[in-house]
């Protein structure tokens, strides 16, 4: 038996793992998420969590990770060549509703509340957070760039509050479970997206520094 014949089985069953720890995220949440829960959704024996992940929070942390880069890129290919905030919002508004929709949103709210119970976990959260934030910093130079606004904006804290607000506004949401309130954000996103691209593109305004 080759290597690779010997090495794909594990490989599967890890993936199994990874993809059966989302869904009880998902359902049952953080404190749910034990390696008798996703033990069972994976149709496995709650020993094969700890013989290739070592523990639940590395199994959820790798979950989490999994999750997170599927969706950067459905993200890069759904904002690629968007270079205004009316283009911006039309194609966050929709991205927002996969991430509800497929449970990516629940998953990653779950983990946040999860560190929050658990300090050691933060770190690790907060290092899969940082991808979204140097993606968010491109888009945002991509529609501020050639602007009269681009020496004034700090487009790097711009990126990492567009981040926390995401976060924020789930956590809000996840607490009241109203997704209306979210939705209307987006609402208003769009009536102020023309005259946000007016002032970027003016070419009399020239603003001031601080």
Known sequence: MGLKQV??????????????????????GFHGATARNIAAAAGLNQALVFYHFGSVRQLLL??????????????????EGVSTVAQLVE???????????????????????????????????????EPWIAFAEEVLARVVGGT????????????????AF??????????????RRADALFGAGRQLADVADAVLRSTTWTGERS
Do not use: C, W
Not at 107 to 112: D, F, I, K, P
Not at 166 to 179: A, C, F, K, P, S
């Open 148 to 163: 009269v606004l681009e020496a004034f904006l700090p487009v790097h804290d711009l990126a990492f509050a567009a981040v």
């Open 62 to 79: 790798e979950a989490l990770e999994a999750t997170s880069l599927q969706r950067l890129v459905r993200y890069r290919a759904g904002l």
């Open 91 to 129: 194609a966050m508004a929709a991205l927002y509703q996969e991430d509800v929709q497929s449970g990516h949103i629940t998953a990653v709210q779950e983990m946040v509340a999860g560190a929050s119970f658990e300090p050691e976990l933060r770190p690790q959260v907060v290092a899969r957070m």
């Open 7 to 28: 090495l794909k089985p594990a490989g599967m069953t890890r993936e199994r793992l990874v993809q059966a720890a989302l869904r009880t995220l998902k359902e049952r």
């Open 166 to 179: 995401y976060v924020g506004i789930e956590t809000v949401t996840h607490l009241d479970g109203n997704r």
